[in-house]
């Protein structure tokens, strides 16, 4: 599996940016990709995943009516949609996978992600 996340930069605060994760290789089974955030000092934070399979979505509360993600099976892409953006959205943006062997009913960040692309940075600056 390989994953090759695009997008980021410099942003000002109330701005808009896309990121967008090409992915490669998933095998049968049931997907979830994501993406993580990591800012300087902080812990690694799941911010969206989605269900290939049938496109159910989680979003973490601190990016909830802001961010949207989705997925387009026919590119094979995932992408995540940020507004309204703030200072607190800086960090290094990581898109990751995992496949369960189980239907999954429930769609989270939650879980072992095996597979991880480069991470892509986003700067909220004035």
């Known amino acids: 599996v390989q994953l090759q996340a695009s997008g980021g930069g410099l942003v000002q605060p109330g701005g808009s940016v896309r990121l967008s994760c090409a992915a490669s290789?998933?095998?049968?089974?049931?997907?979830?990709v994501g993406w993580f955030r990591q800012a300087p000092g902080k812990e690694r934070e799941g911010v969206s995943c989605v269900n290939i399979r049938d496109g159910n979505t989680y979003q973490a509360d601190s990016v909830k009516d802001r961010f949207t993600i989705s997925r387009d099976n026919a590119k094979n892409t995932v992408d995540l949609q940020m507004n309204s953006l703030k200072p607190e959205d800086t960090a290094d943006y990581y898109c990751?996978?995992?496949?369960?062997?189980?239907?999954?009913?429930?769609?989270?960040?939650?879980?072992?992600?095996?597979?991880w692309g480069q991470g892509t940075q986003v700067t909220v600056s004035s």
């Open positions: 990751a996978a995992r496949r369960s062997p189980f239907i999954v009913m429930i769609t989270t960040c939650e879980g072992t992600f095996d597979y």
């Open positions: 290789g998933f095998t049968s089974g049931h997907w979830i």
